[in-house]
């Protein structure tokens, strides 16, 4: 059922590395190759956010890339979804008290999907990723339902 909804749609991820270790990035990668096969799905990773439904974040947020990641996430066009993928993005991981973390993706950007481990299978990661494009789904539609309310005031 959760993969007939996902397919509805294909949604275009974006992946951005705030500060992790590569064990999530690898992750990651493994979910595109031929042996998960997430394009099955219609889940393409694309490199420019203006193209993207999903924001696919590893690693803890730092000072110095709080900043790229705000601004790769307004320049996505809406609907949008963020998915928090492994221990450092849910919650800044062994990295949390370090003077240089403020924590998780979540510290500057609202998440929507947490795939939480160090790391992740990508198994899970798919999981997130499909449950981030069913959630895209009904933000479609809630956006569509307040156009219709919108026009019915005016």
């Not at 997430?38 to 709080?66: C, M, Q, T, W, Y």
């Not at 601004?71 to 979804?81: F, G, R, S, V």
Request: charged share 20%.
């Amino acid at each position: 059922m959760l993969f007939r909804k996902a397919l509805k749609k294909s949604p275009w991820i974006v992946h951005y590395d705030c500060n992790s270790c590569n064990g999530c990035d690898i992750e990651i990668l493994a979910t595109l190759t031929p042996v998960y096969d997430v394009e099955r799905f219609g889940i393409i990773n694309v490199g420019n956010p203006k193209h993207a439904d999903i924001l696919v974040v590893s690693g803890s947020v730092n000072h110095r890339n709080a900043r790229v990641l705000k601004t790769i996430y307004e320049q996505m066009p809406h609907p949008k979804a963020v998915v928090a993928i492994g221990a450092c993005a849910c919650s800044g991981g062994i990295f949390k008290e370090c003077y240089n973390t403020l924590g998780g993706a979540d510290t500057v950007v609202p998440v929507d999907v947490y795939v939480p481990g160090c790391a992740p299978r990508p198994e899970a990661i798919m999981e997130g990723i499909l449950k981030a494009a069913q959630l895209l789904e009904e933000k479609k539609k809630n956006i569509k339902k307040g156009e219709i309310l919108n026009a019915a005031k005016s």
